[in-house]
């Protein structure tokens, strides 16, 4: 175990030979004062980062709900079926999104991960990127004179591999239908 305080004490004469800039940035002139001021900035800036997040999330469910009330109109369903007061012509329609979460939530994800069990961080951005899919398929469709969308249909996909997001993909055939 005496190898092991030598080291340290090596460190830290190399630590203090260090520039005063260099150990501002690490806060400590030896490697406890580095270890417990990094640590302290660590968490503080996990928490900042976590309420800088939360806020955001927030504002884009608050966006998500007004523009849903703006396209009430355009109606969607999952039947392949075309009812009888179709009339004109129909269209491939498509809505994607890419949501990816913040590098904060992504540590948690990954602690959860090892854990175990339910990973509600998961569940909240797939539920906003469906919403956010639908939004852009009514959206298209309402942009090419259709008011109805059917066989509606959702795909998702992992997009990278060192970040935590996902592609969703919502289409369908939009049609114009008569108010009866």
Known sequence: MDWFFKEIEK????????????????GGSTIVDAIVNNSLQFFIFTILGWLIATFLERKHISYLAKKEQQLVEIKLNNVKKI???YQGDSAFLMGSVVMAHDY??????????????????YERITQRGRREAIIRLKE?????????????RFDSTKVG??????????YGTGIKVTEG
């Open 161 to 170: 591999n060192h970040i935590t997001a996902i592609e969703i993909i919502a």
């Open 104 to 121: 904060f939530r992504g540590f948690f994800i990954v602690l959860r991960k090892i854990i175990g069990g339910n990973i509600s961080a």
């Open 11 to 26: 460190f830290n004469a190399e630590l203090a030979k260090a520039p005063d800039w260099l150990l501002d940035i690490f």
């Open 140 to 152: 298209n469709a309402l942009n090419q004179g259709f008011n109805k969308v059917i066989n509606v």
């Open 83 to 85: 009812v009888n007061d």
